[in-house]
């Protein structure tokens, strides 16, 4: 539920920096202004606001479009029905799930997991954040970031930790950095597949199963759905 402004570097047209110049003059813009826009024009820089991020629960006006915003990818495959499915283990109370929406079009999703399927997190009773995805064409900005945000608000309301898990291999390397830099940490178990912890020395295929599980504690605050 944000927006965010970042500065990117450009080829400044010399037309254009006298331009700005005249159109402040004759407007008479504060001085301040005038002076910290010049500097941005003559440094070859400038402003780039990034679209508002907002995100809530999953409805079931969200399942076309979601479907939709996933075509042309690995995800395109999972169909409208993998969303339906959503839905409806969030109607049976077994999970919550997040969109986020920008400019009012869903682009990307999360689930929070009341019972892990992670046998380690099931025994300690923590909450898992689970199937992060962002449409290749909306990543970086934002959406991740404000989804993950949104999951560990709602978990901190009645739990002291959440866990999360990734993949091993370079396709995941985005969440495996994102979900470090978060403040996760490793659950000391080591690379697991299928539930089942892998033995030093053994073989296993580096597909989408392994993975490493993580967890980070949580500052108990509320935050309205």
């Not at 944000?2 to 500065?7: D, E, F, G, P, Y």
């Not at 901190?156 to 990734?166: D, L, N, P, R, T």
């Amino acid at each position: 539920m944000c927006s965010k402004c970042v500065v990117t570097r450009v080829k400044t047209s010399p037309l254009l920096f006298t331009f700005f110049v005249v159109i402040s003059i004759f407007y008479h813009f504060p001085h301040y202004i005038l002076c910290s826009e010049l500097l941005f024009f003559a440094s070859g820089l400038k402003y780039s606001i990034m679209p508002k991020v907002f995100t809530r629960k999953l409805e079931q006006r969200d399942i076309a479009p979601l479907s939709k915003s996933f075509i042309g990818t690995p995800w395109e495959r999972r169909g409208t029905d993998h969303f339906k499915n959503l839905l409806q283990s969030q109607l049976d109370s077994e999970r919550i799930v997040l969109v986020g929406l920008i400019d009012s079009t869903p682009v990307g999703h999360v689930s929070i997991l009341w019972k892990s399927k992670y046998t380690p997190f099931q025994v300690s009773n923590i909450p898992e954040i689970n199937d992060l995805t962002v449409a290749p064409s909306s990543r970086r900005l934002g959406v991740a970031t404000s989804l993950l945000d949104h999951a560990e608000n709602i978990v901190g309301e009645k739990y002291s930790s959440v866990g999360i898990g990734f993949g091993l291999h370079e396709g995941y390397g985005n969440a495996q950095y994102l979900y470090v830099k978060r403040g996760y940490l490793p659950d000391r178990k080591g690379v697991v597949l299928n539930d089942r912890v892998v033995s030093e020395g053994e073989s296993i295929r580096l597909d989408d199963e392994p993975a490493i599980y993580l967890t980070k504690r949580l500052s108990q605050t509320k935050n309205l759905l």
